[in-house]
């Protein structure tokens, strides 16, 4: 009876660590985020965290961030994309040329762009998923044509400037409509006259969505016994998710406020994430990229689901064009160069599998946000570029590494 109890206990504690194991694999990137961050804020006395720079670490990285949650669902289907910082560059160019050649309004030229953008997923996604050329020649002639036409159309020359309202989509700001209510405030020194409340509520309210809606799906899951992560890891993880926005609204609120493509990026991070967790179509994706004849068997049309993420993607790639273009105010033959790998580097580092079928949103996200950290943390201390581009090689092998070790030691 004794031996009975100790057999049946080693299978509860084996499946115990291997729940421990994989959520703090799953956390690790978020620590690795946290390291970096603390390694170039000592290494630059500060200036990292600074409110100025935590806002142009926002405005530099959205649109990696935007690409990466299409490339995301772009990898987890076992295909990749090249031809997204060339897409980037192209309808930039064709949103400038139309604003300032043709002098169109530019709330008409954000929707021709988005739809540019989706229709070169769609062309590019047909040869992929239907004429069966693989994704990585059909995307790298896409890198090469779009870069070429980008050029043509440009002439070599910068076309600008933009509509105020057009710039504002990248350089714009949340308008604080608290602050005359709160004039009471102004000369505490721990918020200071020019503090920005409105944003600060948004990222309390933000914080506080975070909070009751994980503990609400955690109850929901021990309830119907499906596996959940250890309660003091789910409690820790969460607790530094709201320190995290609450930190980083008041630093921003401290300067200018909430960035308005911050509040975009958010939207879609959002979205993605209910997408890949909760819509059928996002856990078809996934049984695509973790074996297509099965999904094919189980009666899923994969071309259709093949040519969807790519439509996806040229639309995510045709609206940061234009947060790229509204940012620099003008559309260059260079716009764009070397994003792809960025994004890509973004998704591999956030767990994505090379293989297809793994990835989650919060790991991509936090993926770019280390490269973006990086990528500033470098340029402040004065490291050229090429040695950023060593580093960044090192980083994504590393994170390729890391996968394919986990793999075989599974």
């Known amino acids: 009876m004794k031996h009975e109890t100790i057999a049946a206990a080693a299978p509860s504690r084996t499946a115990g660590v291997g729940v421990w194991r994989t959520n703090l694999r799953d956390y690790g990137l978020l620590a690795s985020l946290l390291v970096i961050m603390a390694f170039f804020e000592f290494l630059t006395s500060g200036v990292l965290l600074a409110p100025v720079n935590i806002t142009n670490l926002i405005l530099q990285n959205s649109y990696i961030v935007i690409m990466a949650l299409g490339m995301l ?67 790298l002639g896409g890198m090469l044509i779009f870069r070429g036409l980008t050029g043509n159309i440009l002439l070599g020359q910068f076309v600008g400037p933009f509509p105020k309202e057009f710039q504002s989509i990248s350089s714009g700001f949340i308008p604080d409509f608290l602050s005359p209510y709160a004039s009471a405030f102004g000369d505490l020194a721990l918020f200071g006259q020019n503090f920005r409340w409105t944003s600060m509520l948004i990222g309390v309210s933000g914080a506080a969505l975070l909070l009751f809606t994980s503990a609400r799906r955690w109850r929901r899951e021990k309830e119907h016994t499906i596996e959940t992560e250890p309660f003091p890891l789910f409690v820790g993880k969460n607790a530094i998710f709201a320190i995290l926005i609450v930190g980083f609204s008041y630093l921003l609120s401290s300067y200018r406020g909430l960035p308005n493509v911050l509040i975009t990026m958010g939207a879609l991070i959002l979205l993605y994430m209910f997408v890949t967790t909760r819509m059928t179509i996002g856990r078809r994706i996934y049984a695509l990229g973790g074996n297509r004849l099965a999904a094919q068997l189980s009666g899923i049309r994969t071309e259709r689901l093949i040519w969807a993420t790519f439509v996806n993607m040229g639309l995510l790639a045709g609206l940061a064009g234009l947060i790229v273009a509204a940012r620099l105010n003008s559309a260059t033959p260079s716009a764009g160069n070397s994003f792809e790998l960025d994004v890509i580097a973004a998704c591999f580092i956030g767990g994505a599998s090379a293989s297809g079928g793994v990835g989650k949103v919060m790991g991509v996200v936090i993926g770019a946000f280390v490269m973006g950290v990086m990528n500033n943390g470098m340029s402040i201390l004065g490291i050229g570029i090429y040695w950023q581009y060593v580093v960044k090689g090192l980083v994504l092998l590393a994170a390729v590494y890391v996968d394919i070790s986990q793999k075989n030691q599974g």
Do not use: E, H
């Open 73 to 139: 669902l772009i990898i987890v289907g076992g295909n990749i994309d090249l031809s997204v910082g060339s897409i980037v560059g192209f309808v930039g160019a064709i949103a400038a040329t139309l604003m300032v050649d043709y002098k169109m309004p530019w709330v008409p030229v954000v929707g021709l762009s988005l739809l540019l953008g989706a229709l070169i997923g769609a062309a590019q996604g047909w040869f992929v998923a239907y004429a069966r050329i693989p994704s990585f020649i059909v995307t």
